[in-house]
């Protein structure tokens, strides 16, 4: 029988549920147990693909197309259990789905309503595909207090009852520290708590998110007020990288909480030699690198969530730390590239959607391949590294994107563009954005020896895609008389997938985001080679 723990937020956002969730499932699986994470989002968008970045960072793609919340990176990254669809839920998608059905007549001609309808829905996606888990852990996204969430902790009720002792509730609130005063507050926990509880759920463990080292005499007050044991108070402290978060939750029984509510007293005891080792390399490191990543979102560093880790991986993988230095692309518009480049030992330019920034990226771009500065270009960054061999090396001087507004030469474009001399698809003004980018895993065929065939071990690969515009086949010849070479198609030999430069020490773009299959545990090879380069190009600096 599965068993479900459903992990709900108090007092304040981004305290770390999605990192919670995903520690947890990690230190179960490391019990030999099978685990599955799933995320609840009460926001009316459908999914979080036609979102600004700086609304909600980065969307997470899935093996079969879904654009996702982000925290199902962290339930990846930790458990390596690769997510789907099925894994992430938004109020968007309930009331499309229930209001599509109301249109068809399937209720009857009975009235739609909340309850039942909206949490029966809840409720199914929540326990549909089970597959055989021992624990499907449900993050509920949002704060206790959110009005668009009641629907959402309603139905987690009822399957408390449903479910009975397959079933058992997590709330991490926050204990925070009055610096003037010097004292920890447990107050905000206290109302949280009292707050859910007059939902109807009873919490069966409280995690106290904090900075300091919580007192007894505090954990004893939580335990008392929120109505449990005090071993089930556990305190959530910071540590010093994410990779050490499953270490600390089961130092502080966290682990041992959880299988106790369920009433499992022979559990193995868990191997976290991996994640011990993994903490060692990123604390005790053998040196450093500084990468530049080049991107237009840098506002909000979450928006390259997968980005940020999967270079971390890569770090991991040869034993040295990467500091990461963030670089708007529109400053390369107006001020010398050098300035700020000089010195780094490795450039990467990730996804993007849109102008702003792209001529800037394009001069990132130059300075790499002139200066033999190791470069990774990823989806929109390979875009741009074709288009800037195109102008500077192929003498064609107008070679752009049809993404941007001015006609081009469509080095990139829709499909359709490619045979137009560059001109714009037009779209009807009511048509839906929503599902018209290339998602999900696709394969590719590498040319046998290229350094991408190398790095990879294998002529054949699956990665994930993100986007809308393409690279056009049809000046594939030309671009490679300059000596870039497409290393990398579709299997139907179609849709450019990678582009490298052989006589540059590592310079390499690829259509797809590599960084969304990386994890600690399993670093991406491409970043471990991108990073290797830089080690050897800190070397000659």
């Not at 690198?289 to 237009?296: D, F, L």
Request: net charge negative; glycine share 10%.
């Amino acid at each position: 029988m599965t068993r479900f723990i459903f992990i709900t937020g108090g007092v304040v956002s981004s305290l770390g549920k999605g990192l919670a969730s995903a520690a947890l499932g990690a230190v179960l699986q490391a019990r030999g147990y099978k685990v599955r994470l799933r995320k609840l989002d009460p926001y009316l968008n459908v999914d979080p693909g036609t979102m600004s970045p700086y609304q909600h960072g980065e969307v997470y793609v899935t093996d079969d197309g879904a654009e996702t919340d982000l925290d199902l990176g962290h339930y990846e990254r930790f458990t390596g259990v690769a997510s789907r669809k099925s894994d992430n839920v938004t109020s968007g998608q309930i009331y499309q789905q229930i209001i599509s059905a109301e249109r068809r007549g399937d209720y009857l001609g009975g009235t739609v309503q909340v309850i039942p309808h909206v949490t029966d829905a809840i409720k199914e996606f929540a326990t549909d595909f089970q597959d055989d888990c021992d624990f499907i852990l449900c993050e509920i996204g949002g704060t206790i207090g959110d009005i668009e969430g009641l629907p959402f902790l309603e139905a987690i009720r009822q399957l408390g009852n449903d479910l009975r002792n397959n079933a058992i509730f997590i709330h991490l609130t926050l204990v925070p520290y009055i610096a003037s005063a010097g004292e920890l507050k447990t107050k905000p926990t206290q109302h949280s708590v009292k707050e859910l509880r007059g939902i109807g759920i009873q919490p069966d463990i409280v995690m106290c998110r904090c900075e300091k080292e919580i007192p007894e005499g505090e954990l004893n007050k939580i335990a008392l007020f929120c109505n449990v044991p005090k071993e089930a108070v556990i305190p959530a402290l910071d540590v010093n990288t994410i990779y050490e978060v499953p270490l600390s939750y089961h130092e502080q029984g966290l682990d041992v909480e959880v299988l106790r509510a369920f009433g499992i007293d022979d559990a193995p005891e868990p191997d976290l030699s991996a994640w011990e080792r993994t903490v060692s390399r990123v604390m005790e490191p053998e040196g450093e690198v500084t990468i530049a990543v080049v991107g237009k979102y840098i506002g909000l560093q979450d928006a390259y969530k997968s980005l940020t880790e999967a270079l971390v991986h890569g770090g991991i993988a040869n034993n040295v730390k990467v500091n990461i230095e963030w670089i708007d692309s529109e400053i390369f518009e107006s001020e010398d590239v050098v300035v700020h480049l000089e010195g780094v030992h490795g450039i990467l330019v990730p996804g993007a959607f849109g102008e702003r920034g792209a001529e800037g990226k394009i001069n990132v771009i130059t300075f790499a391949r002139e200066r033999l500065v190791p470069y990774f270009g990823i989806c929109f960054g390979m875009q741009m590294a074709v288009v800037e061999s195109a102008r500077n090396l192929a003498g064609m001087p107008t070679a752009s994107s049809t993404e941007f507004e001015k006609p081009c030469l469509p080095m990139v474009g829709l499909m359709t563009e490619w045979e137009t001399d560059g001109g714009k698809e037009t779209r009807d003004e009511a048509s839906d954005l929503g599902g018209t980018l290339r998602l999900g895993a696709y394969d590719a065929t590498l040319r046998e020896g290229t350094k991408v065939a190398e790095i990879y071990g294998t002529t054949q690969i699956s990665e994930r895609h993100r986007h809308r515009y393409e690279v056009n086949i049809n000046y594939v010849e030309q671009l490679e008389e300059t000596g870039m070479v497409f290393s990398g198609l579709s299997p139907d030999g179609v849709l450019p997938e990678i582009v490298e430069i052989p006589d540059h020490p590592w310079f390499i773009g690829v259509q797809f985001h590599p960084e969304l299959k990386s994890k600690p545990l399993d670093p991406h090879p491409l970043f471990v080679s991108f990073i290797k380069a830089a080690v050897e190009q800190s070397r000659l600096v």
